[in-house]
């Protein structure tokens, strides 16, 4: 089982945990609905989609309501502190969170008490909050953009607000501060950089890259970053596939169900989420008979 944390934008949402279903432009969880957007909204309805396609389970939400105040993600945090060696996971992916970096080191002394340790993804709030701890070599991915790479990068920089301006985060310094985020022991073992090019590294440098189909518009518009982190969460583990072949695809799948989408800037991140069962049939479809994918031809 895959689990997703994080926050949705409304204040008066409570703490909820539960199975997730997609339907149209809305995520249900515990009798509630979430319209689908940026966000953790975005990366669950990519999770859900693909391993509906996959026909490799479901994933559970621990979702609540934060607008920037933290009271929803401190309720959040003490839940996940008192409840998480309750849960068997195969990974345990951390989204939109009030960075804190005392929460995040019981969250992570309570993954060390679950029943196996899922592997751990870790993206926006809570990767601040794990670089900030010090204790980003613990997670197996991160997915950081580029000025969230620059932020890792720096080590001096207790938040992004104050990563030192000499870090420039364009594209031709990417791998330069995928090399200084290592060094200094703020990343993961291993980093998917979203951007202009996707790129998965690790200590080592880049491993492979992404560039195409190139679509204009994802950049533009909010949640196609959650996306791809949503379809690395559904993935890694799937059907056989190694955290390097399931974060190459995922990137792929994600441009290509962009591309299929005709995107623009006006576009909804919903419209990017309904393409994804042709785009994992384009791009795994030419290894489903190593991989044992279930994929079926989409209407």
Same mark, same amino acid.
């Given at each position: 089982? $895959?689990?997703?944390?994080?926050?949705?934008?409304?204040? =008066?949402?409570? &703490?909820?945990?539960?199975?997730?279903?997609?339907?149209?432009?809305?995520?249900?969880?515990?009798?509630?609905?979430?319209?689908?957007? $940026?966000?953790?909204?975005?990366?669950?309805?990519?999770?859900?989609?693909?391993?509906?396609?996959?026909?490799?389970?479901?994933?559970?939400?621990?979702?609540?309501?934060?607008?920037? /105040?933290?009271?929803?993600?401190?309720?959040?945090?003490?839940?996940?502190?008192?409840?998480?060696?309750?849960? =068997?996971?195969?990974?345990?992916?951390?989204?939109?969170?009030?960075?804190?970096?005392?929460?995040?080191?019981?969250? @992570?002394?309570?993954?060390?008490?679950?029943?196996?340790?899922?592997?751990?993804?870790?993206?926006?709030?809570?990767?601040?909050?794990?670089?900030?701890?010090?204790?980003?070599?613990?997670?197996?991915?991160?997915?950081?953009?580029?000025?969230?790479?620059?932020?890792?990068?720096?080590?001096?920089?207790?938040?992004?607000? +104050?990563?030192?301006?000499?870090? &420039?985060? =364009?594209?031709?310094?990417?791998?330069?501060?995928?090399?200084?985020? +290592?060094?200094?022991?703020?990343?993961?073992?291993? @980093?998917?950089?979203?951007?202009?090019?996707?790129? /998965?590294?690790?200590?080592?440098?880049?491993?492979?890259?992404?560039?195409?189909?190139?679509?204009?518009?994802?950049?533009?518009?909010?949640?196609?970053? =959650?996306?791809?982190?949503?379809?690395?969460?559904? @993935?890694?583990?799937?059907?056989? &596939?190694? @955290?390097?072949?399931?974060?190459?695809?995922?990137?792929?799948?994600?441009?290509?169900?962009?591309?299929?989408?005709?995107?623009?800037?006006?576009?909804?991140?919903?419209? /990017?989420?309904?393409?994804?069962?042709?785009?994992?049939?384009?791009?795994?479809?030419?290894?489903?008979?190593?991989?044992?994918?279930?994929?079926?031809?989409? $209407?």
């Amino acid at each position: 089982m $895959r689990a997703i944390v994080g926050t949705v934008p409304f204040e =008066d949402f409570p &703490l909820t945990v539960g199975k997730v279903s997609l339907s149209g432009q809305d995520l249900h969880i515990g009798g509630r609905t979430v319209p689908v957007n $940026r966000g953790t909204p975005a990366l669950l309805a990519a999770t859900v989609r693909a391993l509906e396609v996959l026909g490799n389970g479901k994933v559970t939400g621990f979702l609540v309501g934060d607008i920037g /105040l933290g009271k929803g993600s401190r309720r959040l945090y003490e839940m996940l502190v008192r409840d998480l060696d309750g849960y =068997d996971l195969e990974s345990l992916t951390f989204h939109y969170l009030q960075p804190d970096v005392d929460w995040h080191n019981r969250v @992570l002394f309570a993954v060390e008490e679950m029943p196996r340790r899922p592997l751990l993804i870790a993206d926006a709030g809570f990767m601040y909050a794990a670089k900030m701890s010090g204790s980003a070599a613990e997670y197996d991915l991160f997915t950081p953009d580029a000025g969230e790479l620059a932020f890792l990068a720096d080590e001096a920089a207790p938040h992004p607000f +104050y990563t030192r301006g000499f870090i &420039l985060h =364009d594209e031709n310094k990417i791998p330069d501060l995928i090399q200084r985020a +290592y060094s200094h022991k703020n990343a993961a073992r291993h @980093l998917l950089v979203k951007g202009e090019i996707d790129r /998965l590294a690790n200590r080592s440098g880049i491993l492979e890259s992404v560039d195409g189909p190139s679509v204009d518009a994802m950049e533009a518009m909010g949640g196609t970053g =959650d996306t791809l982190t949503g379809l690395a969460a559904a @993935l890694i583990g799937s059907n056989g &596939l190694s @955290l390097t072949e399931a974060t190459i695809a995922a990137a792929k799948i994600n441009r290509e169900a962009g591309a299929l989408a005709d995107l623009t800037p006006a576009s909804q991140v919903a419209d /990017l989420v309904r393409r994804l069962p042709q785009a994992m049939e384009k791009v795994l479809g030419a290894v489903s008979q190593r991989c044992g994918f279930p994929i079926e031809k989409t $209407r």
